[in-house]
């Protein structure tokens, strides 16, 4: 298993930006694929972005790319999500996730969470 810690997040106007980061520990933690996904009341959680680990390919949710960067340093085992234009429907609570020697694009097929981290764009 791996434990995953968010900082980052907050409160910024329509068209700012804010970072995450997220720091996974644990014995095997430098062998999962790391990413974010996103959730609002009501809603299931959706994905955001996943970066591989060996080859740091990137991928993105239509809704964030060109806007989102998900970047990761492996010496810390660390992936952060820079978000920049935000806009009020990025509105949500931010999750770091984690999949054993792969990535997760379906909420179900993650098998860490970290506690997630609240992001409110106003406008």
């Known amino acids: 298993q791996v434990q995953l810690v968010e900082s980052g997040g907050g409160l910024v106007q329509a068209g700012g930006s804010l970072a995450l980061s997220c720091a996974a520990s644990?014995?095997?933690?430098?062998?999962?694929?790391l990413g974010w996904f996103r959730q609002v009341p009501g809603k299931e959680r959706e994905f955001v972005a996943a970066?591989?680990?060996?080859?740091?390919?990137?991928y993105y949710a239509t809704a964030v790319q060109g806007r989102f960067t998900i970047s990761r340093d492996n010496a810390k085992n660390t992936v952060y999500l820079q978000m920049n234009s935000l806009k009020p429907e990025d509105t949500a609570v931010y999750f770091c996730?984690?999949?054993?020697?792969?990535?997760?694009?379906?909420?179900?097929?993650?098998?860490?969470w970290g506690q997630g981290t609240q992001v409110t764009v106003y406008s």
């Open positions: 644990g014995p095997t933690s430098s062998n999962y694929g």
């Open positions: 970066m591989s680990r060996i080859l740091g390919t990137t």
């Open positions: 996730t984690a999949k054993y020697s792969g990535l997760c694009f379906a909420a179900d097929a993650c098998e860490s």
